[in-house]
């Protein structure tokens, strides 16, 4: 099996890529889709985020506003919170890996990969990418997305020049889908080569 990180900074098409993939039958880890499970409605992180940032959380589970205001320019609430999140995530991670060991590629979708140190567990890392005004339409076209949030996000993720520079594959997303999507297509005939193994 070859572990391929996917990541890439808010904006930059990530998620479309994801689901390219996973429509080329390569299963897809997606972390922020097991983030918004442990923390919705009955999920196993809620409690200890209740108990960590009291006021954040209620029936259908944590309130992402009030999480993001507790935490967003706080160095040390945001250690506390992923000190909660990240070690559930890595279960989940090894169920994934796990249940998919006889898959030929496997994809990890996570946002900060390289920032939180993710290239362990991965063999290969595909950075996407647009131009920085692509990007920030479509972020500023995203439900109560302001410029301030939009700049507080992006002063937390290393610069996708950075992210280009640490890849083994760049996915351009500022083009055409179907540009984009012959561009996955490169990258599972390379992963799938006996040069890869």
Known sequence: MIALGLTGSIGMGKSTVAAMFADAGVPVFDADAVVH???????????????????????DGVDRAKLGRAVLG????????????????AEERAAFLAANRDAAIVLLDVPLLL??????????VAVVDAPPEVQRARVLARPA???????????RQMPNADKIARADFVIPTGGTLAETHAAVARVIACL??????
Not at 39 to 58: K, N
Not at 115 to 124: A, C, L, M, P, Q
């Open 37 to 59: 499970r442990l923390q919705g409605a009955g999920g196993r992180l809620v409690a200890a985020i209740e108990a960590a940032f009291p006021g954040t959380t209620a029936a």
């Open 74 to 89: 706080d160095a040390a609430a945001l250690r506390r919170l992923e000190a909660i999140v990240h070690p559930a995530v």
């Open 115 to 124: 920032e939180t140190g993710g290239t362990r567990y991965v063999d290969k």
């Open 145 to 155: 997305m302001t410029a301030e949030k939009f700049a507080a996000i992006l002063a």
């Open 192 to 197: 799938s080569g006996p040069e890869a193994r």
